[in-house]
């Protein structure tokens, strides 16, 4: 069983940045696919970014250009850097992990955009 804490959520301004950061409870190097996904009030949980193993990434079309997702294998986290950030990008953030058959998700940490 795979355990993920999300940190690094919170309050900033239209245009400010943010980085969270998803600690995993065991090795990632071997876990074939690492995301964050987010979800805002009213509306469903959506993708956006993942990882592989192999360090592809891909991102939604709304998050493109702005956040950067990486891994540090040897501090077993996985990170989502947020920059140009949005009202639009208010939303609860979780980190997921996909190993074998079964998906992990973390406890979320909430990121609020506003003015």
């Known amino acids: 069983q795979v355990q993920l804490v999300e940190s690094g959520g919170g309050s900033v301004q239209p245009g400010g940045s943010l980085r969270l950061s998803c600690a995993a409870s065991q090795s990632i190097r071997s876990i074939p696919t690492m995301g964050w996904y987010r979800q805002a009030p009213g509306k469903q949980r959506e993708l956006v970014a993942g990882?592989?193993?192999?360090?592809?990434?891909n991102y939604a079309d709304s998050v493109k250009g702005r956040f950067t997702i990486s891994r540090d294998n040897a501090k077993n986290t996985v990170y989502l850097q947020m920059n140009s950030l949005k009202p639009e990008d208010t939303a609860v953030y979780y980190c997921?992990?996909?190993?074998?058959?079964?998906?992990?998700w973390g406890q979320g940490t909430q990121v609020t955009v506003s003015s």
């Open positions: 990882i592989t193993s192999g360090g592809s990434t």
């Open positions: 997921n992990a996909g190993v074998s058959l079964t998906v992990y």
